[in-house]
């Protein structure tokens, strides 16, 4: 996703980005984190679904954990190097015309649905749940992305079906970089239980089933939770847990359901369970946007 569509029943958005996106396209072309200010104090902070701003025109709905568009909090730009959870639900036919993006790693997890990726580099793909997808903007890139499958099967039949996924931006360690393009299968390791890596720059997830991303400080792993499983979240200066699907407990805080998101600052460990089919996105991130500034 790009930005706030610009009128009910358009699928063009205008050129605006997550203000707090600004911090990774200016600078020097490469970054280096700081290693001065104080650390994190330990924190954990709930945000529940129906708290977070939401873009409703015809044919999206679209929820923001952090600020987006028009939708700005100067308190909420960002947490460690995310600066972008979007939980987006697109009608069939519709979806976001060729927009630009620049230095940002763009990761797109498909819960329900399928959606057209095509870009300017010459990629073109059809994303469906458990194949996990990268972007990285680098110096610039023009994309789309379309809920309309049956158009690259060369006139196929048109379906009815909204897709719903989350799209997370992160801010890379390094700009101005050659755009790139990544998918990967991962049903299979999924089906296995446990966190999967699902995206990651960091060094102890090469080899993995995990997509590259362009930041050695961040991954995004995932799990799919049968009733009675649980995993234990990593420990990490920063973590946020996004419940995509249906409703765990997170030890010591309590219920969460599909929406709820938990940012962890200085901690980690926690177990999670399931009582009930579910999934979970966490990012695990060793740094922080203010890391790279100064």
């Given at each position: 996703m790009s930005a706030t569509p610009s009128s009910p029943g358009s699928s063009t958005p205008p050129a605006a980005v997550p203000p707090a996106a600004t911090l990774s396209t200016a600078g020097p072309s490469s970054a280096t984190p700081s290693s001065a200010g104080p650390r994190p104090q330990p924190?954990?902070?709930?945000?529940?679904?129906?708290?977070?701003?939401?873009?409703?025109?015809?044919?999206?709905?679209?929820?923001?954990?952090?600020?987006?568009?028009?939708?700005?909090?100067?308190?909420?730009?960002?947490?460690?190097?995310?600066?972008?959870?979007n939980d987006d639900t697109v009608a069939a036919g519709t979806g976001f015309e060729t927009?630009?993006?620049?230095?940002?790693?763009?990761?797109?997890?498909?819960?329900?649905?399928?959606?057209?990726?095509?870009?300017?580099?010459?990629?073109?793909?059809?994303i469906y749940p458990g194949l996990a997808q990268r972007m990285s903007a680098g110096r610039g890139i023009l994309h789309s992305e379309k809920n309309d499958s049956w158009r690259l099967d060369g006139g196929g039949e048109p379906h009815d079906e909204p897709v719903h996924f989350v799209q997370m931006w992160v801010a890379p360690d390094r700009r101005g970089i050659d755009p790139g393009y990544e998918q990967l299968e991962i049903d299979d390791e999924l089906l296995r239980g446990g966190l999967?890596?699902?995206?990651?720059g960091m060094a102890r997830h090469r080899g993995q089933s995990a997509i590259t991303i362009r930041n050695r400080f961040a991954a995004l792993c995932a799990a799919r939770l049968?009733?009675?499983?649980?995993?234990?979240?990593?420990?990490?200066?920063?973590?946020?847990?996004?419940?995509?699907?249906?409703?765990?407990?997170?030890?010591?805080?309590?219920?969460?359901?599909?929406?709820?998101?938990?940012?962890?600052?200085a901690t980690g460990g926690q177990r999670v369970s399931a009582s009930a089919p579910a999934e979970i996105l966490v990012w695990e991130m060793h740094k922080a946007i203010e890391d790279f500034l100064g």
């Amino acid at each position: 996703m790009s930005a706030t569509p610009s009128s009910p029943g358009s699928s063009t958005p205008p050129a605006a980005v997550p203000p707090a996106a600004t911090l990774s396209t200016a600078g020097p072309s490469s970054a280096t984190p700081s290693s001065a200010g104080p650390r994190p104090q330990p924190r954990i902070d709930i945000r529940r679904a129906d708290d977070r701003a939401a873009t409703r025109v015809g044919w999206l709905d679209s929820h923001h954990s952090f600020s987006f568009g028009h939708h700005y909090d100067p308190s909420n730009t960002h947490h460690g190097l995310l600066l972008v959870n979007n939980d987006d639900t697109v009608a069939a036919g519709t979806g976001f015309e060729t927009h630009p993006h620049r230095d940002m790693e763009i990761v797109t997890w498909v819960l329900r649905g399928s959606l057209v990726h095509q870009d300017s580099t010459g990629h073109s793909g059809v994303i469906y749940p458990g194949l996990a997808q990268r972007m990285s903007a680098g110096r610039g890139i023009l994309h789309s992305e379309k809920n309309d499958s049956w158009r690259l099967d060369g006139g196929g039949e048109p379906h009815d079906e909204p897709v719903h996924f989350v799209q997370m931006w992160v801010a890379p360690d390094r700009r101005g970089i050659d755009p790139g393009y990544e998918q990967l299968e991962i049903d299979d390791e999924l089906l296995r239980g446990g966190l999967v890596p699902v995206a990651s720059g960091m060094a102890r997830h090469r080899g993995q089933s995990a997509i590259t991303i362009r930041n050695r400080f961040a991954a995004l792993c995932a799990a799919r939770l049968s009733p009675g499983r649980d995993v234990t979240l990593p420990e990490a200066p920063y973590l946020h847990l996004f419940v995509t699907q249906g409703e765990v407990t997170l030890e010591g805080t309590g219920v969460l359901r599909a929406g709820d998101a938990v940012r962890f600052t200085a901690t980690g460990g926690q177990r999670v369970s399931a009582s009930a089919p579910a999934e979970i996105l966490v990012w695990e991130m060793h740094k922080a946007i203010e890391d790279f500034l100064g």
